[in-house]
């Protein structure tokens, strides 16, 4: 089985852009899904789910140029976990969806 992640969502802020060494780009973004669903005595359940999704290279660049806080796109990626020390020595741990194609939806 391939890991592939695909969403469909709304963008939770203006992204953020990381020049590196080299010219080389990452964008980190979050990305809002909604569930709607209805429970067995009729009651209209809600749901929202924030994913980190991270892109680098072209598609960092057209993040940079065309996404900005609220628009609606399409992300294909990978499912990630990694690990960091805090500045407090704490072990954090990220899950993540590094994404490899984008769809910009809407207007």
């Keep these: ?24 780009k990452l964008a980190n973004i979050t990305l809002a899904t909604n569930e709607v ?10 749901k929202t789910e924030w994913h980190r999704i991270s892109a680098w290279g072209k598609t960092a660049e057209i993040i940079e140029r065309f996404v900005t806080k609220g628009k609606e796109i399409a992300i294909e990626g ?7 020390e805090d500045k407090d020595g704490n072990k954090r741990f ?11 939806l809407g207007k």
């Design 94 to 104: 990220v899950t993540e969806v590094v994404a490899n194609e984008l769809l910009l």
């Design 37 to 46: 669903y209805y429970r067995d005595n009729g009651d209209k359940v809600e």
């Design 1 to 24: 089985m391939k890991n592939s992640v695909q969403l469909i969502g709304h963008v939770g802020q203006d992204p953020e852009i990381k020049n590196l060494e080299g010219g080389k």
């Design 78 to 84: 990978k499912l990630t976990h990694r690990s960091y």
